[in-house]
């Protein structure tokens, strides 16, 4: 059965120098993610993302990968986040979702997915997942 948590959280970005002549031709943007979940979820994470915007005002996208290390709900391990993120003419969505078989120690079997809100420049999450029973 499913459950759902929500909470804070604190994230700063930095950007990276391009890797290669790829990125660099293809105008790519590379980045570091590093958050502090609070709530439910009470973890640190890092990641690297990519991200590309257009000469058209409000179109964009990016992809990300995130290890979450810390707590759920008292379960200690870490899991994985993968990120889908699309900007048209200003229209947001974001696929957010626990990378399969991704979870070590108490978090084994975790699936889940993730919505992001940033409202008066705070950013909150909200977490619906499964989680095999402890045994």
Do not use: C
Request: net charge neutral; proline share 1%; no cysteine.
């Amino acid at each position: 059965m499913a459950k759902t948590i929500q909470g804070k959280f604190d994230v700063k970005l930095a950007p990276q120098d391009a890797g290669n002549d790829i990125e660099k031709e293809a105008l790519v943007g590379r980045m570091t993610i590093d958050k502090r979940f609070h709530g439910g979820l009470d973890a640190t994470s890092k990641g690297q993302m990519l991200a590309v915007r257009t000469t058209v005002t409000g179109s964009a996208g990016y992809v990300a990968l995130e290890r979450v290390t810390g707590s759920l709900e008292r379960r200690k391990g870490s899991f994985y986040l993968q990120h889908s993120g699309k900007m048209n003419r200003g229209e947001a969505s974001l696929d957010l979702t626990v990378v399969a078989d991704s979870g070590s120690e108490e978090l084994t079997g975790l699936r889940g997915k993730m919505t992001i809100e940033i409202t008066g420049g705070q950013h909150f999450y909200t977490f619906e997942y499964e989680l095999p029973d402890a045994g």
